[in-house]
């Protein structure tokens, strides 16, 4: 069996996830990443999943009073929690749009953000495992083009790059860089939705 490793560039992907889920008429679902990596691993039948690897920026002083993105953090964070499973952390950065530092969180004109460091350590452990040959086939989990580059030095080592992407997403251009590449539909999702876990209150049990 081959050995198969997922690099997930996870607001990419998220970004995406609710873009189909939106075109559907339909609103997001939570899901359960250890189910999806296994998901996705499971698209070619010759491989075993070893490990997945979650790269997500984390919002500066000023983006942490956006209780959206604050949440969002705390999720992702709490994910270093799944086995088989790290989270390696870029940087979102705020950056005013006028000429003075005038920001407001609840203004969305006064600034813009700044993703930095997400597609820098992707490529970086991408490699650095692919070099200890620790894996057979990469599968990133992004439509990002700029991982172009990298998916021709992993093919240059000699391992295998399976992207993945959301349905409706654009690859027109990283097609002819990969050896193969799936869409994720609902049909997937479905089968890898979070089970919400009940809360039993047993205060009122009598001993």
């Known amino acids: 069996m081959l050995r198969g490793m997922v690099f997930l560039d ?13 075109s559907l008429g339909k609103t997001a679902p939570k899901l359960d990443y250890n189910k999806l990596f296994k998901e996705v691993v499971r698209l070619r039948a010759d491989v075993d999943f070893t490990k997945a690897y979650i790269f997500a920026p984390k919002p500066d002083e000023f983006l942490m009073k956006d209780s959206n993105l ?4 705390k999720w992702v964070t709490g994910l ?18 006028g ?18 460091g997400t597609d820098l350590n992707l490529a970086i452990h991408a490699l650095s495992k692919a070099f200890y040959d620790s894996y057979d086939i990469a599968y990133i989990m992004s439509a990002d083009t700029d991982y172009i580059s990298l998916y021709k030095q992993l093919k240059t080592i000699g391992k295998i790059v399976i992207v993945i992407t959301v349905q409706n997403q654009k690859i027109g251009k990283i097609i002819p860089e990969v050896d193969d590449h799936y869409s994720l539909s609902e049909e997937q999702f479905n ?4 089970v ?9 049990i009598k001993a």
Do not use: Q, W
Request: glycine content about 2%; some cysteine; aromatic content about 16%.
């Open 196 to 204: 919400e876990k009940k809360y039993i209150d047993n205060s009122s």
């Open 99 to 116: 000429e003075k530092d005038d920001m407001n969180i609840n203004d969305r004109e006064s600034y813009y953000k700044v993703e930095k």
């Open 80 to 97: 270093r929690a799944a086995k088989y499973t790290d989270v390696i952390e870029g940087r979102y950065i705020a950056r005013p749009t």
């Open 10 to 22: 996870h607001m990419n992907f998220d970004i995406a996830l609710k873009d189909y889920y939106r």
């Open 70 to 73: 604050s949440s969002y953090y």
């Open 191 to 194: 089968r890898c939705i979070r």
